[in-house]
């Protein structure tokens, strides 16, 4: 295991390496060329995204709404059919007398 004093000396070494590094030269019409993009009516990054974005959204719904209304009517059949388990538990809940409730 490394001494302390050696970590120290690993530590100065690593951040003495770092001088050496000059900041990057860009061009100097670089910034206006990138203002002037900006500024301009006909940069848009998302092109031709903006035409399809209420399709997607409405189709998107649809679909969402589609599935929550399938489930739904799902689960409303399955609820009225009764689950023959379920009349079991029920007939030996109440041959038992376990559904009764009492107040002590």
């Known amino acids: 295991m490394k001494s302390e004093i050696q970590k120290l000396l690993d530590i100065d070494n690593t951040l003495n390496s ?6 990057v030269e860009i061009s100097p019409f670089f910034v206006t060329r990138v203002q002037g993009r900006l500024q301009s009516k006909e940069y848009n ?3 031709r995204m903006m035409i399809y974005k209420p399709f997607w ?5 649809t679909i969402f709404f589609a599935i ?8 409303q059949r ?3 059919i009764p689950n023959n388990e379920s009349i ?4 030996f809940a109440s041959e038992y ?5 009492t107040n002590y």
């Open 18 to 23: 770092l001088d050496g590094i000059r900041p």
């Open 78 to 80: 399955q609820s009225r």
């Open 45 to 47: 990054p998302s092109g």
């Open 68 to 75: 929550n209304v399938f489930l739904l009517i799902r689960q």
């Open 57 to 61: 959204t409405i189709t998107v719904l």
């Open 97 to 101: 007398q376990l559904n009764a409730t």
């Open 88 to 91: 079991a538990i029920q007939s």
